[in-house]
């Protein structure tokens, strides 16, 4: 039976680590479909659209200028009840207070530097998948 959605993010911090692989395979153990994923570079207007919601926050600018440093790896994921088990599976935004065997504990740097974004809600899943991918996209490569 198809679950629903959410949006994964392989942080700048991950892939240029060499942590990507391990991530995918983490996130494929824990029940999810990939459905989609590329390699993308993020632009300043890009980034800052995409943290929109962050905007006010004092963290904004460093967070577009990490997020902007060097490729990040999108994945449209697809699970029975797919945003909250990813949250589950990622941790606490600080990897300090992220729980064992989440990937923040174990791939994560720092609070800023998180080795991967998940969705926060299926609104905000559906967007940033849209942020990323087509629906001719998902449907091209479903299944
Ligand atoms: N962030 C940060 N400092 C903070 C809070 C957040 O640098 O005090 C960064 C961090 O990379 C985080 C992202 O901003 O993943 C988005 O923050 P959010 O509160 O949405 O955390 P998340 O949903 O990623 O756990
Ligand atoms: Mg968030």
Known sequence: MPGS???G???????????M???LARIEERGFRLAAGRMVRL?????????????????FDELVEFMTSGPCFPVALEREDA????RAVIGATNPADAAEGTIRR???ESMGRNAVHGSDSDENALREIGFFFT????????G
Not at 83 to 86: L, S, T
């Open 83 to 86: 945003v909250a088990a990813f």
């Open 9 to 19: 993010i392989v942080k700048p911090d991950a892939v240029a680590g060499r942590k």
């Open 5 to 7: 959605w959410t949006l």
């Open 43 to 59: 632009g300043v207007p890009e980034a800052r659209a995409f943290y929109a919601v962050h905007r006010e926050r004092p963290f």
């Open 106 to 108: 174990d791939f994560a």
């Open 135 to 142: 629906e001719a996209d998902l449907a091209r490569l479903a």
């Open 21 to 23: 692989g391990a991530i």
